[in-house]
């Protein structure tokens, strides 16, 4: 026999090779080795359970307080610049995105009729006061005439009186007959001409103060008009002022349509002044404001700029949705409904100090996330 069978408990046992020598037969069977691709498998299943673990740790402490939206742009408060006069363009001080600093020259309009209204409008004014000035002077000289009047009454009473008393003595005398009663007529006629001395002074009293009252009425009048010669003298000024238009904050021209030479009416939007400071609005779906709130950190990543993020900072909530401000808002009381999520624009604070101070644009677009844990 070539092979010998092991005993029976080890039945099942490999038969042993009869020509392999003593030594050989007496070794234990090899042990197998782990293959490579095992190896493998193995560190990539524990990288996978130590990512997810790390994974599950982040969503956990950071990420489930995240909210995150690319429906969002910088935006800045632009000023458009147009003027509040009619007119010829006479210069044009900027040019296409030019930096400018708030007073500065922008646009001037031709002034030679606002010069003109000016001057016009100031000779009304001189001619106002002197008007003023010459009823001043009437009004004194009626004054004295007032006063002349009154001296003139004083001596038609005095002379009313006198002739009274000597009329009483001249009827007593003349009743004994120690005057003739040609020296008592005279005496009657004295005292009637002085009592209408007295009626006539009195009347010209009433007439000098009622031409007072003229005079003082005309003078009224002329201080209503100097006001309202001062009114078109301030208008005229402010014209001629606005003739030269100024930059009202400090920014960066742009959609300058001026040119020298055109005709601009007053309202006619010229260009626009973008100003440094900007900020984000970010259009967050209405699911994901449950938990932010006003001053809540915000991590925000340009479009433009790869690779450099900005903090923010939550500023506002619009009081509405856009679509409640949109053109034609929606109606959902008629016809089929379908829901839609509504969006609600959230401002966002950027500060002036960043790593993209100068270069952030309105317009551009952005992915905002806050983190509703801050």
């Given amino acids: 026999m070539n092979a010998i069978s092991m005993s029976p408990s080890n039945a099942a046992a490999d038969v042993i090779d009869l020509k392999a020598s003593p030594g050989e037969a007496l070794q234990s069977p090899p042990r197998r080795r782990v293959s490579r691709k095992k190896l493998v498998l193995g560190s990539v299943l524990l990288a996978v359970i ?14 489930r307080y995240l909210e995150s939206t690319d429906n969002a742009y910088v935006q800045a408060d632009i000023s458009p610049i147009a003027p509040q006069i009619d007119g010829f363009i006479a210069k044009v001080e900027v040019g296409d995105n030019q930096v400018v600093k708030a007073g500065d020259v922008l646009v001037r309009i031709d002034d030679p009729d606002f010069v003109a209204r000016r001057d016009r409008a100031d000779a009304a004014v001189a001619t106002a006061r002197a008007n003023i000035a010459t009823l001043d002077s009437q009004i004194g000289y009626q004054q004295s005439r007032i006063a002349q009047a009154d001296a003139q009454l004083e001596a038609a009473n005095a002379e ?14 003349v009743d004994d007959k120690v005057i003739s009663h040609q020296e008592y007529d005279d005496a009657q006629a004295t005292l009637t001409k002085g009592k209408a001395d007295v009626i006539r002074s009195a009347a010209a009293i009433t007439a000098e103060k009622a031409q007072l009252t003229v005079i003082q009425a005309e003078r009224n009048e002329s201080e209503q008009k ?23 904050i400090d920014g960066v021209i742009g959609n300058r349509n001026v040119r020298v030479g055109n005709y601009v009416h007053a309202g006619n ?31 925000i990543d340009v479009d433009a700029y790869p690779g450099v993020a900005i903090s923010g900072e939550v500023q506002s909530f619009a009081p509405a949705s856009g679509a409640l401000f949109s053109l034609l808002p929606p109606e ?7 829901k839609i999520v509504q969006r609600l624009p959230v401002r966002i604070k950027v500060p002036a100090q960043t790593l993209l101070q100068g270069l952030l644009r309105p317009g551009l677009s952005v992915e905002s996330t806050v983190n509703t844990a801050s």
């Fill in 332 to 338: 959902n009381a008629t016809g089929n409904f379908t």
């Fill in 160 to 173: 009313q009186r006198r002739a009274q008393q000597q009329f009483d003595r001249y009827a007593k005398l």
């Fill in 50 to 63: 130590a990512g997810g673990a790390w994974g599950g740790h982040w969503w956990w402490t950071m990420g």
């Fill in 226 to 248: 100097l006001h309202e010669a001062t009114a078109q003298a301030r208008l005229a000024a402010q014209d001629l002022e606005k003739t030269v238009i100024r930059a009202p």
């Fill in 269 to 299: 939007q010229l260009l626009s002044i973008v100003p440094n400071e900007v900020y984000v609005v970010a259009n967050f779906k209405e699911t994901q404001l449950t938990h932010m709130k006003v001053g809540q950190r915000v991590e």
